[in-house]
Nanobody, 118 residues
Framework: QVQLVESGGGLVQAGGSLRLSCVVS????????MGWFRQAPGKERDFVAD????????TYAESVKGRFTISRDNAKSTVYLQLDSLKSEDSAVYYC???????????WGQGTQVTVSS
């Protein structure tokens, strides 16, 4: 059973930076890809970025390209999301998720709140 625990959220001014972490435990061998998603109040959960667990290839939503960076440290079983040049519209609860051999994001963390003040 894969377990995910996010941390690193907080309150930051527009233009500032944060780094989110997601520690992965249990069943990591079944993981193909790790993703970050976000959900603002009253909105659907949106894709932010993902990274292949083995090869490191990344994908980003257009709205965060050039500002956010996803990375992973397999030795620490941790995935990071560096958030730079933050905007008020980036405010949301950020979730990490694990995509397994089933082809879907089957495991989710509890989320970490990011609030950007303008």
């Amino acid at each position: 059973q894969v377990q995910l625990v996010e941390s690193g959220g907080g309150l930051v001014q527009a233009g500032g930076s944060l780094r989110l972490s997601c520690v992965v435990s249990g069943g990591t061998r079944s993981i193909i890809k790790m993703g970050w998603f976000r959900q603002a109040p009253g909105k659907e959960r949106d894709f932010v970025a993902d990274i292949y667990w083995g090869g490191g290839r990344t994908t980003y939503a257009e709205s965060v390209k050039g500002r956010f960076t996803i990375s992973r440290d397999n030795a620490k079983s941790t995935v990071y999301l560096q958030l730079d040049s933050l905007k008020s519209e980036d405010s949301a609860v950020y979730y990490c998720a694990a995509r397994t051999l089933t082809g879907s994001y089957s495991y989710w963390g509890q989320g970490t709140q990011v609030t950007v003040s303008s």
